[in-house]
């Protein structure tokens, strides 16, 4: 096992991070480049929850296949 603040793993931690983050903004902005709609529009002012509950699918998604290309 290894030492967390081993300063190699850190610093990996801190890229893993923001990769992920950047993979996250990328996964949003394709979203609304994709989308035929404002979704900004259609989840606060047409309070549509399905669109909510799809976009909240996407970072699940994600964020799953992030952890497992760290672990």
Partial sequence: ????????????????????????????????????????KEIEEDQNTALGIVMGSVVIGLAIIIAAAIG
């Fill in 1 to 40: 096992m290894h030492d967390p603040l081993d300063p190699y793993y850190f610093i990996a931690t801190l890229l893993y991070t923001g990769l992920g983050i950047l993979v996250f903004l990328l996964a949003f902005w394709l979203m609304g480049k994709v989308a035929p709609f404002s979704l900004r």
